[in-house]
Nanobody, 114 residues
Framework: QVQLVESGGGLVQPGGSLRLSCAAS????????MGWYRQAPGKERELVAI???????NYAISVKGRFTISRDNAKNTVFLQMNSLKPDDTAVYYC????????WGQGTQVTVSS
């Protein structure tokens, strides 16, 4: 089973930026689809962004143009650059991976508040 460890969450003011990282414990990282989901209090977990093994990306409409997902296969790491953050972006952000099965990280809290 792949272990996913997120980092980079925290408290930021509206309009600010954060960069999340997720390190994966697998030698086959380049073959994995990777992504970020989030779950706000009282809401269901939702997709934020996905990047395929080939580098294709997809985003939730709510974050398109503000968030960018990327990956560094040499470092077994996926990133989520979040700009122009809004209070509605407040949530626990989870790293996700998929090759033959899904794996999830423990989550990192992102709070957008003044």
């Amino acid at each position: 089973q792949v272990q996913l460890v997120e980092s980079g969450g925290g408290l930021v003011q509206p309009g600010g930026s954060l960069r999340l990282s997720c390190a994966a414990s697998t030698s086959m990282f380049s073959r994995y689809s990777m992504g970020w989901y989030r779950q706000a209090p009282g809401k269901e977990r939702e997709l934020v962004a996905i990047i395929s093994s080939g580098g294709s990306t997809n985003y939730a409409i709510s974050v398109k143009g503000r968030f960018t997902i990327s990956r560094d296969n040499a470092k077994n790491t996926v990133f989520l650059q979040m700009n122009s953050l809004k209070p509605d972006d407040t949530a626990v952000y989870y790293c996700w991976s998929h090759l033959y099965r899904e794996n999830w990280g423990q989550g990192t809290q992102v709070t957008v508040s003044s």
